[in-house]
């Protein structure tokens, strides 16, 4: 079993910075791969970023030159630094885990507004 705990989401104005950070514990495959995905009021689920263990990374056209998803496996840990955010980007943003199976933490909510 893995626990993803997500944090750091908030409220933002445009073109402002955050970033998320999503701590894992359990029993994790050495070859996994970690990423986030994010749900606007109305909308399906979507990828933002993921990364593998080996770090070979994927991001949405929508995000990408602006967020930077990176790991630290011996913390068992994925960040996503998000910049020059903008009013679109607001969702509740989800951290995944998945190797044979799939784990989603809770989410944590970002707004963007002025």
């Known amino acids: 079993q893995v626990q993803l705990v997500e944090s750091g989401g908030g409220l933002v104005q445009p073109g402002g910075s955050l970033r998320l950070s999503c701590a894992a514990s359990?029993?994790?495959?050495?070859?996994?791969?970690m990423g986030w995905y994010r749900q606007a009021p109305g909308k399906q689920r979507e990828l933002v970023a993921t990364?593998?263990?080996?770090?070979?990374?994927r991001y949405a056209d929508s995000v990408k030159g602006r967020f930077t998803i990176s790991r630290d496996n011996a913390k068992n840990a994925v960040y996503l630094q998000m910049t020059s955010l903008k009013p679109e980007d607001t969702a509740v943003y989800y951290c995944?885990?998945?190797?044979?199976?799939?784990?989603w933490g809770q989410g944590t909510q970002v707004a963007v507004s002025s």
């Open positions: 359990g029993t994790f495959s050495a070859i996994n791969t």
């Open positions: 990364i593998t263990s080996v770090g070979n990374t």
């Open positions: 995944r885990y998945s190797d044979q199976r799939i784990w």
